[in-house]
């Protein structure tokens, strides 16, 4: 019942309601968009397509665009060349002075960041573009295009899928301008949800099929599966409170400590860099095997063949490695300790034991430095359980997915940054929220 009235609260604010109807629109317009088909492809003939989208990276890629690569949708390549272009600006910010000159100006240096962010992501589709015609034409047969000029197929055909990642990159920032959520993330969730129940059945089947089928097994998989979606909201929402005591100047000279009560914390997650590590690990992971591929040497073909097989030994461990690098990376670009220190000592505040101002951020770097290790190290094994899922339990590649990885984790983040959202909605017109924080409270008029 107190489920029931709180969404009845949810529809009480019209702002809210407002930005949930824009945000499920938006995500209808996305879902809609995978369905369409390139003009000049027979939709009747991408059997062989689905095929090879069924297992492996374009496995993975075809999941984060809720099966538009297999479809050969207008929004194939999805929202993942701007993830790319993200990465590739964030990681020039350290080395590019104006870069840096940018990030230091606040909104309008966000802006001009953006939009280098947005030039970049066409020039990558752009490169990207020509890559899927081509897979389309090494894995379909000739009787699935109807056009008989190939230039003008390839040509129009990059320019609508890129014409379709700009689009996708536009709905995800009017979801997060005017909806609820990051809208960039919540167009891979999507994607990766409306791929789930599929993946499910298929697993149900091949455990079920045959004489003396194991329903118990698929039990059992379920539990792990609830199990590690516990632990990641643990890691997403796990934090150390530093304690944090106030003072300010008397009339005698003195200071006056706990003006603000004696509980005050800076809340320091263990996982500040939410599921943007994995994201960004995930796209690196296309890069090996797609730049080996171009090569006819054994050792490249080996190399794309490891970097391939994404429950294989080699990619895992290179990709957890990258996520741990990933989220102290990001960790540092989005925690700004030396700001938090020049804050408190502005307003009186500071940690009891430690000095105001460079002190106060070097221990802020250091406490920051040993909650990212183990928050990183937990990030990277659930990320890699769906090796562990498939080489171990046995469990269908599809459903493995789902088994903690890229997949869950993204599911998880985003959903509690928008419950989180929705919730502040709520306890700032003085409603009992979707999640525990605090006593009720009693509507106010």
């Not at 599929?198 to 194991?214: A, K, L, W």
């Not at 006056?256 to 960004?280: D, H, T």
Request: glycine content about 10%; charged content about 15%; some cysteine.
């Amino acid at each position: 019942m107190k489920f029931i009235d709180t969404i009845k609260n949810i529809w009480k604010i019209e702002e809210l309601k407002s930005r949930i109807l824009v945000t499920l629109g938006l995500l209808l317009v996305y879902r809609f968009g995978a369905q369409v088909v390139l003009p000049g492809v027979d939709a009747a003939e991408l059997a062989n397509l689905g095929t090879q989208t069924q297992d492996g990276l374009l496995g993975l890629l075809n999941a984060f665009t809720g099966g538009a690569f297999a479809n050969a949708s207008v929004f194939a390549l999805g929202i993942m060349p701007y993830i790319s272009a993200s990465i590739v600006v964030q990681l020039m910010g350290i080395a590019i002075p104006y870069l840096q000159k940018l990030q230091k100006e606040g909104e309008s240096g966000r802006k001009k960041i953006n939009q280098i962010t947005r030039w970049l992501t066409i020039a990558i589709t752009l490169v990207q573009g020509p890559g899927y015609i081509y897979n389309l034409f090494a894995t379909l047969p000739p009787g699935a295009f109807v056009l008989e000029n190939q230039t003008v197929f390839v040509v129009s055909s990059v320019i609508i899928l890129t014409t379709g990642c700009v689009f996708a990159m536009w709905l995800g920032e009017r979801i997060t301008d005017k909806g609820i959520g990051n809208g960039i993330s919540l167009l891979i969730m999507v994607g990766i949800i409306a791929t789930l129940p599929q993946s499910f059945v298929q697993n149900f089947i091949s455990r079920t099929s045959g004489e003396g089928g194991d329903i118990i097994m698929v039990l059992i998989e379920l539990v792990i599966w609830f199990v590690i979606i516990l632990a990641s909201v643990l890691l997403v929402m796990a934090v150390r409170q530093i304690p944090v005591q106030y003072a300010r100047r008397t009339a005698g000279g003195g200071y006056e400590k706990n003006v603000f009560g004696s509980r005050q914390y800076i809340p320091l997650k263990l996982n500040a860099s939410g599921v943007m590590p994995i994201i960004f690990a995930q796209a690196i992971m296309f890069i090996p095997a797609a730049v080996a591929g171009l090569s006819d040497s054994e050792t490249s073909q080996g190399i794309a063949a490891a970097f391939s097989d994404i429950f294989g030994f080699w990619y895992n461990l290179v990709f957890a490695l990258l996520i741990i690098i990933f989220t102290y990376f990001y960790t540092a670009i989005t925690v700004p300790t030396n700001k938090m220190a020049d804050d408190l000592k502005r307003s009186g505040g500071f940690i009891p034991g430690i000095r105001p101002g460079s002190e106060t951020a070097e221990y802020l770097d250091k406490i920051m430095s040993q909650i990212t290790l183990p928050g990183s190290i937990f990030l990277a094994l659930v990320a890699i359980f769906p090796a562990i899922a498939v080489k171990v339990l046995g469990v269908q590649q599809g459903w493995a997915l789902f088994f903690g990885g890229t997949s869950l984790l993204i599911m998880v983040g985003v959903a509690i940054d928008t419950v989180q959202q929705v919730n502040s909605y709520l306890l700032n017109r003085h409603y009992d929220g979707l999640m525990k924080t605090g006593k009720n409270r009693k509507a106010v008029a």
